[in-house]
T-cell receptor, first 113, second 113 residues
């Protein structure tokens, strides 16, 4: 049982480049999330998808877009990367909503030069 | 992987002793709480959860205590082992936030041999 799988694990971008972070879960969860984690700060929500076909902004959505491709997959896209987007990105999922355990992937460490 | 939370409070505990990690949560209306363990370079791992209608919940070697009067959550780890060394953080879910988790910044636990 793989749980939540994220790719890539590491990425270095130049300012202005674009990329997509991929996330897939095999737990038949309805809700999926993208967070970023910066030193000294708690996890901050970028976007979430309550269920297949819906996406909503979190607290730090600027500079990002998301796609809920199907029930399993939720991708995060940086259209024009900026140094402020250097962070560790985590995808997570729950069966439904925030009243249940949230399961995380192993993260993507992104550096924007 | 990148070290998370370079300036986190640190708790150093002798191997075999019990550890107590504390969390002050922010919202008196929160009704669901989770403890996570995060090892360096890895994603957060679920440890234990508790709902607001409970004061205490036990798992394998771990106990979570909830004091709603002072908005305080604690994680007790019995017979701490070297493998328990990690960053621990709590998460809360406000009643009004169906899809919103609020994460603490964490405490680093160091187990001394």
């Amino acid at each position: 049982n793989a749980g939540v799988t994220q790719t890539p694990k590491f990425q270095v971008l130049k300012t202005g480049q674009s990329m997509t972070l991929q996330c897939a879960q095999d737990m038949n969860h309805n809700s999926m999330y993208w967070y970023r984690q910066d030193p000294g700060m708690g996890l901050r929500l970028i976007y979430y998808s309550a269920s297949e076909g819906t996406t909503d902004k979190g607290e730090v959505p600027n500079g990002y877009n998301v796609s809920r491709l199907n029930k399993r997959e939720f991708s995060l896209r940086l259209e024009s990367a900026a140094p402020s987007q250097t962070s560790v990105y985590f995808c997570a999922s729950t069966h439904f909503g925030a009243r249940e355990k949230l399961f995380f992937g192993s993260g993507t460490q992104l550096s924007v030069l | 992987g990148e070290s998370v939370g370079l300036h986190l409070p640190t708790l150093s505990v002798q191997e075999g002793d019990n550890s107590i990690i504390n969390c002050a949560y922010s919202n008196s209306a929160s009704d669901y709480f989770i403890w996570y363990k995060q090892e360096s370079g890895k994603g957060p791992q679920f440890i234990i959860d508790i709902r607001s209608n409970m004061d205490k919940r036990q798992g394998q070697r771990v106990t979570v205590l909830l004091n709603k009067t002072v908005k305080h959550l604690s994680l007790q780890i019995a017979a701490t082992q070297p493998g328990d060394s990690a960053v621990y953080f709590c998460a809360e879910t406000p009643i009004s936030g169906t899809y919103k988790y609020i994460f603490g910044t964490g405490t680093r636990l160091k187990v001394l041999a």
